[in-house]
């Protein structure tokens, strides 16, 4: 029987209820964090002999030299010609939709001049090198592949590495293939905290980057949260979610089905429904019951569903939108018959999913927007990854001599203020000896 819990805004305690299933404990676990950092000291001092060894230990990979774990590109490029047909096909309609959605987001340079001369302005520049972390062995998805490296690829990536374990040797055909039609430059079969290390400080074989992107486990999540700094990082993500707003009018099996899409992710994963419909709860519990044993994993969902899933009964539309902003999910469907009445009222989801057609497993590999989104409420103030995660602003400054005399003044003033003298005189240099005081 599967078991999910039951909420009503109606309730005294529904405040509470709501706070702790929504609570995720992702306090960095103390053992992980002390291997992540001897394997990082190791790789930081020792290189590409330290990645070969823990290769070896994690993996069962042995190498004598690390540039033998490079992938050639001919190997991923042949991946990618032996694909049966219709995984190939879709491979590439999907990169194709990335592709084009990411350019809409291409940031460009601007500047403007003032009227004494003065130009401002903003330059827009790619990171230099980034390095995409994917999982390996069964454990693969291509689709993550297409999700981080198209982004950087039309962001300008100058060059992009790739970083994917093979447990004792095991290459995913897959994830190859996707690496050779995103147009990654360089592949290596490393994975692991000591891949993320030799991509954060380099090694002998592996030049440093300066971003490193993708997904991970718990090693992987710790050693990118102690390089930050040292190389930026797209996010420390945390388990999957999904929260579907219902109005009764789409088909209780689909939603159902929405809800496993992020279950089935692990354990921790979170599936909720909110909905002012009682009858249509009851006919979407009724849905779970009759699809989860149909589900290959039925286990992982059932548990998911049991420790942090819910259906949620409110008073209206308007207080499920309310509930959601105080949720901030990584995936939120407006299954309802008029989602554009509703999609204004919401003011912090990672994606927003309109309508009864739009799955949010389309959008996990090909309806175009990224699937890597913020979780675990970070939707309050952060985005889906982006072409602007791969660019760079710097600010232009071409002061006048015109202008130096109003500005001058102003720095001179305001350094004064702060007790900065050599900036006030570095500001006062530049005005006309008439104007100095």
Request: charged fraction near 25%; glycine fraction near 8%; charge should be negative.
């Amino acid at each position: 029987m599967a078991e999910i819990a039951r909420l009503s805004t109606r309730d005294a305690d529904f405040d509470a209820r709501l706070a702790r299933l929504t609570a995720f404990d992702a306090a960095q676990d103390q053992t992980v964090d002390r291997t992540v950092a001897e394997i990082l000291a190791a790789v930081k001092s020792r290189g590409d002999a330290a990645v070969l060894e823990y290769t070896a230990r994690f993996d069962g990979v042995t190498a004598g030299a690390l540039a033998e774990l490079e992938l050639p590109r001919e190997m991923l490029v042949r991946a990618r010609d032996v694909l049966p047909s219709a995984q190939r096909e879709a491979l590439e309609q999907a990169a194709l939709r990335v592709r084009s959605y990411h350019e809409k987001q291409l940031a460009q340079s601007w500047q403007y001049t003032e009227a004494d001369g003065t130009v401002l302005g903003q330059k827009v520049t790619p990171i230099d090198r980034v390095g995409l972390y994917v999982p390996g062995g069964k454990a693969a998805y291509p689709s993550s592949v297409l999700m981080n490296a198209l982004p950087a690829k039309v962001a300008g990536v100058a060059e992009l590495v790739m970083v994917v374990p093979t447990p004792r040797g095991e290459k995913n055909e897959l994830v190859m293939a996707a690496a050779a039609i995103a147009g990654v430059d360089r592949v290596y079969t490393i994975g692991g905290a000591q891949a993320v290390g030799a991509l954060a400080y380099g090694t002998q074989t592996i030049a440093q980057v300066d971003k490193i992107v993708g997904p991970g486990n718990a090693y992987v999540a710790a050693a990118k949260r102690r390089v930050f700094g040292v190389v930026g990082i797209d996010m420390v993500a945390g388990p999957s979610e999904i929260l579907v707003i219902c109005d009764g009018t789409v088909d209780a099996d689909w939603i159902a089905m929405d809800l496993f899409s992020q279950a089935e992710h692990d354990e921790v994963a979170q599936a909720i429904m909110i909905c002012p419909d009682a009858a249509f709860i009851e006919a979407v519990a009724a849905s779970i019951e009759r699809l989860l044993p149909q589900m290959a994993r039925h286990e992982v969902i059932a548990a998911s569903l049991k420790g942090r899933g819910a259906l949620i009964e409110v008073r209206s539309l308007e207080e499920a939108c309310d509930i959601a902003n105080r949720i901030a999910p990584e995936h939120l469907e407006l299954a309802v018959a008029e989602p554009e009445k509703l999609v204004d009222r919401i003011r912090h989801a990672g994606a927003i999913f309109m309508g009864g057609y739009s799955s949010e497993a389309i959008g996990d590999y090909c309806a175009g927007p990224n699937h890597v989104l913020p979780t675990s409420r970070s939707a309050r103030f952060s985005s889906p990854l982006g072409v602007y995660d791969f660019q760079k602003r710097s600010s232009l400054i071409q002061v006048s001599r015109a202008g130096a005399q109003t500005l001058g003044r102003i720095a001179g003033t305001l350094a004064e203020g702060e007790g900065l003298s050599a900036h006030a005189r570095a500001a006062g240099y530049r005005l006309d000896p008439r104007e100095r005081s």
